[in-house]
């Protein structure tokens, strides 16, 4: 009998693309799929069909001949089984190895071979000044580590794993289903090969233990809320005595009471008096340092602002510092004696007429200082 058209067999049209062609493989290989359709001959067929003409469309090459010149210009290739093109559909075949018969290859050392412990988060909450200058603080995390007692093995001292006597250490139970060797998970020992007949008396067999540990995690300056420390294998420890994972500490910074942040910038009010602004005037202004001295020019308009450069936050990778921006606002009094208030309408009567305008919606006063600063600065 002649072969289909490979096309045909996926039911896709011959300028379909690599993912088509990978999706309606996918749906023949689920509905035809041995083990849905047991002791169908009809249904190993065309899953072997379906499975052969993706192994000749999803390779380039053996797709240009066979565009070219049909099932002739493929010979032998198009028998000749590369398991590499089924990655990626394990979901379905349940791993290259377990369909076709070739878990010694290239699944044995992967189910055999030691795993890596799973990786831990742990959230901390620091102070704002803490993420500026950087600390070095202490944590406390519950974990799985590996049973000292058995180094893992979960098998008591002096005793070893025996091999599984249903699958006798292969991890698989395989049968021969029509022309495919389908290998299934033992279940016996759970794909291990081997089943602990005297468990460690610590761990009762687990190979791990839980515990409570205290770690010292280092925080760099200038770091910021959402990033996060990696301690490398500070995460639980893997089964069977494997390495262990690692741990993610995840910061959050509190706020401060009047710095705001912007990447390493930071933006801060200053309240001051008309005097002040009017006539130029020395005034004390907030740091990551504490206070420092600046001298506001005579004629100061209420909201300016001005950068301090290398007063802002520590770069967290160590390269500099971002500025500090510092806008000036006017305070009015509320209450004034009444010699103040002399004083203030012969001021206002010294002083030229002016017109004044009012200031459309949604101009600049709206918005808040943080905004009001960006647009100067960009």
Excluded: W
């Amino acid at each position: 009998m002649s072969k289909r058209d490979y096309y045909e067999v996926l039911g896709v049209s011959r300028n379909a693309t690599e993912q088509e062609i990978k999706s309606a493989y996918r749906k023949l290989a689920f509905k035809h799929h041995p083990d849905r359709n047991p002791g169908s001959k009809e249904a190993e067929e065309k899953f072997k069909e379906a499975a052969e003409a993706y192994a000749v469309l999803a390779d380039a090459d053996k797709r240009h001949m066979f565009d070219r010149f049909g099932h002739a210009g493929l010979g032998s290739a198009a028998t000749g089984f590369d398991p590499t093109v089924f990655t990626g559909f394990e979901d379905i075949l349940g791993g290259l190895g377990d369909i076709f018969g070739f878990g010694d290859i290239f699944g044995g050392a992967r189910r055999r071979g030691p795993q890596r412990g799973a990786d831990l988060r742990y959230d901390l909450e620091i102070s704002f000044d803490e993420a500026a200058r950087g600390t070095e603080t202490t944590v406390q995390i519950p974990r799985q580590e590996t049973c000292e007692t058995c180094h893992g093995s979960g098998s008591a001292p002096g005793t070893k794993p025996s091999t599984c006597p249903h699958c006798h250490g292969r991890g698989q139970i395989r049968t021969q289903q029509g022309p495919f060797m389908l290998a299934r998970t033992c279940g016996y020992c759970r794909g291990a090969g081997s089943v602990i007949t005297k468990p460690c008396p610590t761990c009762r067999g687990a190979g791990r233990v839980e515990k409570e540990r205290k770690l010292t995690v280092r925080i760099p300056a200038g770091i910021a809320t959402g990033q996060r420390l990696r301690l490398s294998g500070e995460g639980e420890g893997g089964p069977a005595g494997g390495p262990p994972g690692d741990l993610y500490v995840v910061i959050h910074v509190q706020s401060h009471p009047f710095f705001q942040r912007d990447g390493n910038d930071l933006y801060c009010e200053i309240p001051v008096s008309f005097p002040t602004l009017a006539l130029g005037s020395e005034i004390r202004i907030p740091t990551l340092e504490g206070e420092e001295s600046f001298t506001i020019p005579e004629g100061t308009q209420s909201g300016a602002t001005f950068r301090l450069r290398g007063r802002g936050m520590p770069d967290v990778s160590g390269r500099g510092r971002g500025d500090l921006l510092v806008t000036v606002r006017v305070v009015t009094p509320t209450k004034l004696t009444r010699e103040q208030k002399k004083l203030l309408q012969q001021l206002a009567a010294s002083l030229p007429g002016e017109k004044f305008e009012p200031t459309p919606l949604g101009d600049q006063e709206d918005k808040g200082l943080f905004d009001r600063v960006k647009d100067i600065f960009g």
